[in-house]
């Protein structure tokens, strides 16, 4: 391959199957196992087949400087070692489809460029002494880790983190405290990691302080790992997992979203609480009333953040977010929520909803608008199924006949159209329902699923436990939907999880997380409800009263998110 040379650097073999950039520059604490470690991936890459140039030349770093390169490696660096555009020739050389591998100290780099901690997955904050202690694998399908056993004890520095990634990361390795002394992480103290970066990887590991760390055949197999993910040979898995102990999160399974309700104290004024001309707080158009009461979507600490714990807690890895468009209300919270559901493990898609003078065009530069100004966030949702593209579901999608305009935005973003009728979704890249009621009999799904598959398009049916919008919408002639104490949730899950009916799903979306005028939540809803208002509970959902049967409905999701998962792992 044509390979342009770093500036300073070695001659590369001209055979190789690939090629990586070795960078070690450092404007702090100098490292003198630098030396041993670039011999050391040297002789990894003639063993295994890669070309490496070693460099300390932050010139190397420009878009064609890096384009010959299917790795980099940032050795042991420390300090500021690039100027701006060499930030965003390493940014879009990485979320281009470049691979990025970080090892020790390349945590104590770049303080002052905010995307870099992103990249790199977590800061340095300190370490004790060097000494012996005990790793536990946590992953061992990942080429970097898959020679290791369950515990793995040798000798390093060991850093502390100014902040835990696991929720924007897959931790491959995590250190047991217990076994040495000075560490600040607790229970919960990630060392070796990776993740995918937009259209590009990154893989991380805290290892490799020391000299001899660099002659030991484990850990040489590990930075091997790393090299041949980051470079794209070596497939893994490297979506973030849940931290919290309940098992992983599904990013297959998604939760629409609301965060369009407003309180006088966060507001001014009552946001869609007041819906069907009632009086909050104690009076709202709902026909279940919130555990949180009547909350504002602007109060991060205290209703926003509680709604990632329990999205994570349902298993579910993904929030649809409702948005009406740009400079609105929900796109000036989007910012704050996504930072919320960072902390929780949560990933963020998008729900286009039909405000007004919504068209084809509109909604691609909406696409545009939502990938460039949250597509960098570590919790912004990308498919490593499909391609790591973005996703957006189309709510009445039928409202416009002519989809066009999509075909500029598909080939980098998922894009759902609402319905069931696959001669109405030329140019979109899949389908999905949203009706909380049709699930109940799932009209056309396996036809709709069927069809997507053999088109290599995405099917995201709807499941719901209800529907009721008697106080949201008085005199509203809509059909309603009874919970059945868990009874309708449980049938259109299984009609979705059944290949006859539901037509073998890529995505099951569940209308809704918390849409509160449809009665359709399984957020938490209140077993004591303010009087005289007719409320109904959720008591008597599988079994449960009073307060434990405010998340039924939350660990109902968790069982089929198991399910799920299960099935397509043997399907």
Not at 206 to 217: F, K, R
Not at 534 to 553: I, P, S, V
Request: charged share 20%; proline share 6%.
């Amino acid at each position: 391959m044509s390979v342009a040379a770093a500036p300073g650097a070695d001659a590369r073999a001209a055979e190789a199957d690939y090629d990586v950039l070795v960078f070690s520059r450092t404007a702090g604490f100098r490292h003198d196992s630098i030396p041993a470690g670039i011999d050391a991936i040297r002789a990894l890459g003639t063993a295994n087949g890669f070309a490496v140039t070693a460099t300390e030349d932050s010139a190397a770093f420009t878009p064609d400087g890096l384009a010959g390169y299917e790795a980099v490696v940032f050795l042991n660096t420390t300090g500021d070692v690039l100027n701006e555009p060499q930030q965003s020739a390493l940014q879009s050389y990485v979320d281009g489809g470049g691979g990025f591998v970080g090892v020790h100290a390349a945590a104590d780099t770049e303080y002052e460029w905010p995307h870099y901690e992103q990249l790199v997955g977590a800061r340095f904050k300190s370490h004790p002494a060097i000494q012996q202690a005990t790793l536990t694998t946590e992953d061992a399908t990942h080429p970097a880790t898959a020679h290791l056993g369950a515990t793995w004890t040798r000798t390093d520095e060991w850093y502390n983190y100014r902040t835990n990634p696991r929720s924007s990361v897959r931790v491959l390795q995590s250190l047991d405290e217990s076994t040495y002394s000075g560490g600040e992480m607790g229970d919960d103290h990630p060392i070796t990691w990776c993740h995918p970066q937009q259209s590009g990887r990154s893989f991380y590991t805290g290892l490799g302080h020391t000299a001899e760390s660099y002659a030991d055949p484990a850990f040489r197999a590990l930075l091997l790992g790393g090299i041949r993910y980051a470079a794209g040979v070596a497939p893994a898995d490297c979506s973030p997992r849940d931290g919290t102990g309940a098992g992983d999160l599904s990013p297959n399974v998604h939760l629409f979203y609301y965060p369009w309700y407003g309180t006088p104290a966060g507001q001014g004024s009552w946001r869609h609480w007041q819906q069907g001309g009632h009086t909050p707080p104690e009076d709202i158009g709902a026909d279940l009333y919130p555990a949180l009461g009547p909350y504002d979507s602007g109060d991060v600490a205290a209703a926003v953040d509680q709604h990632m714990k329990w999205v994570a807690r349902s298993g579910a890895g993904v929030i649809v977010y409702s948005w009406w468009g740009r400079g609105g209300y929900e796109d000036g919270l989007a910012g704050r929520v996504l930072d919320a559901a960072q902390r929780h493990g949560i990933k963020v898609a998008w729900h286009i909803e039909p405000y007004g003078g919504r068209t084809a065009q509109s909604t691609v530069d909406d696409i545009g608008y939502l990938n460039s100004t949250y597509g960098s966030h570590p919790a912004f949702y990308r498919d490593a199924a499909h391609g790591n593209r973005s996703a957006f579901y189309i709510f009445e999608s039928l409202r416009i006949a002519d989809w066009t305009p999509l075909d500029q935005v598909t080939g980098s973003s998922i894009v759902l159209a609402q319905t069931t009728d696959t001669s109405k979704i030329a140019h979109f890249s899949g389908l999905y329902t949203y009706d909380g009621i049709a699930g109940a009999t799932a009209p056309g799904w396996k036809q709709a699923g069927d069809y997507a598959r053999a088109n290599n398009l995405i099917w995201a049916p709807s499941v719901a436990p209800g529907y009721i919008d008697d106080r949201a919408v008085p005199g509203n002639t809509t059909p309603t939907l009874g919970r059945s104490d868990g009874g309708t949730y449980d049938k259109e899950w299984n009609n979705a999880l059944d290949p006859a009916i539901g037509g073998s799903p890529a995505w099951v979306s569940v209308t809704s997380f918390n849409e509160w005028h449809e009665g359709s939540s399984i957020e938490p809803a209140s077993g004591n409800p303010p009087a005289g208002h007719g409320y109904q509970t959720f008591d008597g959902a599988y079994g449960k009263t009073g307060a434990a049967a405010e998340t039924a409905y939350l660990d109902r999701t968790k069982y089929w998110v198991g399910e799920f998962e299960k099935r397509r792992s043997v399907g």
